[in-house]
């Protein structure tokens, strides 16, 4: 059987395409590499959790606020 190191038209046209067709799906793999990592740090909360201090000032008086006009029903309705 002689060997063959020659590539027929069909064979080349082939590689050609099963190398074009790797190269497609290694780029759609890598774009959703990509678009999994940036939605990931758009999940991320980071240092968003920590509220400034004007905020939590706020807060709190809006909260004593509500306390205020709950007690004040509650204590209305007893007497």
């Known amino acids: 059987?002689?060997?063959?190191d020659a590539l027929t038209d069909d064979e080349r046209a082939e590689l050609e395409r099963l190398r074009a067709e790797k190269a497609a799906q290694e780029e759609m793999?890598?774009?959703?590499?990509k678009r999994?990592?940036?939605e990931r740090a758009l999940m991320d909360p980071g240092d968003d959790l920590s509220m400034?201090?004007?905020q939590k000032?706020?807060?709190a008086v809006v909260a004593l606020a509500?306390?205020?006009a709950v007690a004040m029903v509650v204590l209305s309705a007893r007497g």
């Open 1 to 4: 059987m002689p060997k063959r």
């Open 29 to 33: 793999a890598e774009a959703h590499a």
């Open 36 to 38: 999994v990592a940036r």
């Open 52 to 54: 400034p201090l004007g």
């Open 57 to 59: 000032i706020v807060l």
């Open 66 to 68: 509500v306390l205020i």
